[in-house]
C-alpha cells in the first residue's frame, strides 16, 4: 500500500462520544458524506451519525441529520466488540449490540437516510442460544461483522459459528420478522463450524470463541455467494452458497496457516474485481495485531476474481454411474426445526430402513423401511412432534449400517 496515496479524515466527536468499533458506510447518493455509528459511555447511548468528508482535515458534523445531528437512540450500549453502519442507498443498517455482551435484548435497527427509525427486529433467539450456554460455551449479544450487498445484509462474529443473510426490504414489505431471515448457516455442514471434532471439549457448540475458525468479516459477490477470511490452518477463506449452504473452504496459492482478519470482495464489472485480503502474517506473524501497525509495509493481498456463475442444485444434470460403496451423509440442516433430509447412497439395490434414536438409545420412528434401487436417495424427517435435543438417526441396508447424530431445536 502506497501511504502518499491514503486520504484521510479526523471525526469531531462531541465531547463523551466516540465511535463504534467496525464500519462507516459512505453515503451512496453523495461520497462526499458517510455514516458513523457513534456511542457515548457515559450516557450508554448509541445512535448514528452523519459528517462531510473533508481530505486532510477534519469532517463537518452534520446537525441537520437526525435530532440535532443524532439518529433515534438504539437500547442502551453495553460496551463490547459492536458492528458499524452500512447503507444501501436506501436505508441505514445497524444493531445495537455485539460479541461478548451478555445481557438481551439484541435487535437489528433500520434507520431512514434522515436518522428517523423505520423499524427493529429481535435476533436474540440466534446469537445468544441457551443450549450452547448449557453444554459450557459463552452468551453473545449479537453480530460484530456487518456487511450489504444487494440490499441484504450478511451477519457474523467470530466468536460464533453463525453466519445469517437477513432481507430488510422483504421484512418491511410483509411486516412480518420471519421475513427477514433468509438463511442462517450453524454447525452441521463443517464450514465455519466450532467443535466438530471427536476429540471437542463441547462437542457441536457453537458460541465458543475458544475454538477456531475465527471468521471476523463475512462478505458476498453480486450472485450473493459469501466467504469469510479463515484462521484454521493453512486455508483462506470458507464458502457460502447463496442459499446458506457451505460449500467448504479454500486456499490461495501459497497459503500459510497465518492470522487473517479481513477479506472482501470488488465486484463491480471494474477492472480491479477480485478479492482483497490482509497481509497480516506476512510480518513477524507471531501475534494477530502486529499488522495493524506495519498495514503500510506489508500490503494487502489481490486475487483476481469475478462472480461465481452456475446453479446449485440437488438435481442430476447427467447420467450417473452408480456408487461404488454405500455412504450416509450428515443430515441437512443440522441443527434443525422442524424437518431435515437424510442422504445416503447404495451400492447395491435391497431393503433399506432409516430409523430414528433418542439419547438413551431408544427408536422413536422409522421414516423408510422399503426396497431400494442403487444410487442416491433423500429422505425427509419433519420432527414436530418430537422434543428439542440430540437425536441418532441409523441407515441399515444389507450388511451396512451407519448411524450419526443430529440436533433438534425448537
Keep these: ?104 435484548p439484541t435487535d437489528f435497527y433500520i434507520f431512514d ?8 427486529v429481535d435476533l436474540q433467539k440466534w446469537w445468544s442460544p441457551p443450549e450452547d450456554r448449557e453444554a459450557g460455551g459463552q452468551a453473545s449479544g449479537g453480530p460484530n461483522g456487518l456487511w450489504e450487498r444487494n440490499s441484504k445484509l450478511f451477519l457474523n462474529c467470530h466468536c460464533s459459528c453463525i453466519k445469517q443473510m437477513v432481507d430488510p426490504l422483504r421484512f418491511l414489505d410483509s411486516g412480518d420478522a420471519e421475513d427477514f431471515f433468509v438463511w442462517t448457516n450453524l454447525n452441521g455442514d463443517y464450514v465455519f463450524d466450532h467443535n466438530w471434532e471427536d476429540t471437542a471439549a463441547l462437542p457441536w457448540v457453537c458460541m465458543d470463541y475458544n475454538v477456531g475458525p475465527f471468521v471476523y468479516n463475512l462478505d458476498a459477490d453480486d450472485k450473493l455467494f ?5 484462521y484454521s490452518g493453512a486455508v483462506s477463506f470458507g464458502l457460502l452458497a447463496p442459499d446458506g449452504t457451505g460449500l467448504g473452504y479454500f486456499a490461495f496459492a501459497g497459503e500459510t496457516a497465518g492470522w487473517k482478519k479481513e477479506s472482501y470482495f470488488l465486484d463491480s464489472d ?8 490482509d497481509n497480516e502474517h506476512a510480518g513477524s506473524g507471531s501475534a494477530m495485531w502486529e499488522w495493524e501497525a506495519n498495514e503500510f509495509t506489508q500490503g494487502i493481498y489481490f486475487i483476481g476474481h469475478d462472480s461465481i456463475t452456475g446453479v446449485i442444485t440437488s438435481g442430476v444434470g447427467v447420467a450417473e454411474e452408480a456408487p461404488t460403496a454405500f455412504s450416509v451423509a450428515q443430515n441437512s440442516p443440522n441443527p434443525f426445526n422442524p424437518a431435515t433430509t437424510i442422504n445416503f447412497n447404495l451400492a447395491e ?14 427408536k422413536v420412528d422409522t421414516i423408510a423401511d422399503g426396497f431400494m434401487n442403487a444410487g442416491s436417495h ?27 447424530k443430529m440436533t433438534l431445536l425448537k
Excluded at 439395490?349 to 431408544?362: D, F, M, R
Aim: charged share 15%.
Design 378 to 404: 433423500s429422505i425427509v424427517w419433519n420432527a414436530s412432534d418430537f422434543s428439542a435435543g440430540v437425536y441418532f438417526y441409523t441407515v441399515k441396508s444389507g450388511g451396512f449400517s451407519k448411524t450419526m
Design 270 to 277: 471494474t477492472p480491479f474485481d477480485g478479492i482483497y485480503c
Design 349 to 362: 439395490a435391497g431393503n433399506v430402513a432409516v430409523e430414528i434414536y433418542n439419547v438413551a438409545g431408544q
Design 113 to 120: 437516510l434522515d436518522g428517523s427509525m423505520i423499524s427493529s
Design 1 to 104: 500500500m502506497d501511504s502518499l496515496l491514503l486520504e484521510t479524515t479526523t471525526i469531531p466527536f462531541a465531547e463523551g462520544w466516540g465511535r463504534s468499533t467496525f464500519n462507516p458506510a459512505i453515503d451512496e447518493n453523495d461520497f462526499n458524506y458517510f455514516f458513523v455509528k457513534s456511542v457515548n459511555r457515559g450516557t450508554i447511548t448509541a445512535c448514528v451519525t452523519k459528517y462531510k468528508w473533508v481530505p486532510g482535515g477534519e469532517s463537518e458534523f452534520q446537525s441537520d441529520f437526525g435530532d440535532g445531528g443524532y439518529s433515534e437512540a438504539m437500547h442502551n450500549y453495553a460496551g463490547g466488540s459492536s458492528p458499524g453502519v452500512q447503507t444501501d442507498g436506501t436505508y441505514l443498517y445497524t444493531v445495537d449490540r455485539g460479541a461478548y455482551n451478555t445481557e438481551p
Design 226 to 230: 459469501s466467504q469469510g477470511p479463515c
